[in-house]
């Protein structure tokens, strides 16, 4: 089994294993992530799980460069570590563009979406 295949397959088990104990309502758009981030009491568990969502992300776009620099997701400076804070910065602005149709995707798919505009790659395939 090659690194891509390996990768593809961990990811495929986590996120399998995540929707398995999850309720199917637990799914957060990047509109209702943001606003119940608004409240204090909240950011201890939703900063956490942003900066999860980014790192993965992250990962599975290093694993998919060291295979094939031209499939990569989004073209994250080498020397740059993105934090949680910057991570709600970059979600929040991305929302703030469009909040109606940007606000209704999934989190995880504005997160990538959005660090697609703010790292985006020169060349496109």
């Given amino acids: 089994m090659g690194l891509r295949s390996f990768a593809v397959t ?8 995540a929707a398995a104990t999850a309720p199917a309502h637990a799914q957060l758009t990047a509109g209702q992530f943001l606003e119940f981030h608004e409240q204090q009491r909240n950011r201890i568990l939703l900063e956490p799980l942003l900066n999860g ?3 993965g992300i992250f990962v599975y776009n290093t694993m998919l460069v060291m ?12 020397n740059l570590t993105i934090e949680s804070a910057q991570y709600l910065s ?4 991305y929302v ?3 909040s109606i149709s940007r606000g209704r995707e999934y989190v995880e798919v504005a ?3 959005a660090l697609q505009g703010v790292f985006p790659c ?3 395939r």
Avoid: F, K, W
């Fill in 122 to 124: 020169a060349r496109r």
């Fill in 10 to 17: 961990v990811l495929l088990g986590v996120t399998g294993a």
């Fill in 111 to 113: 997160l990538l979406n």
């Fill in 96 to 98: 703030e563009q469009d």
């Fill in 90 to 93: 970059i979600l929040r602005h």
């Fill in 53 to 55: 969502i980014g790192r």
């Fill in 67 to 78: 295979n094939n620099p031209s499939a990569t997701l989004y073209c994250h400076p080498a």
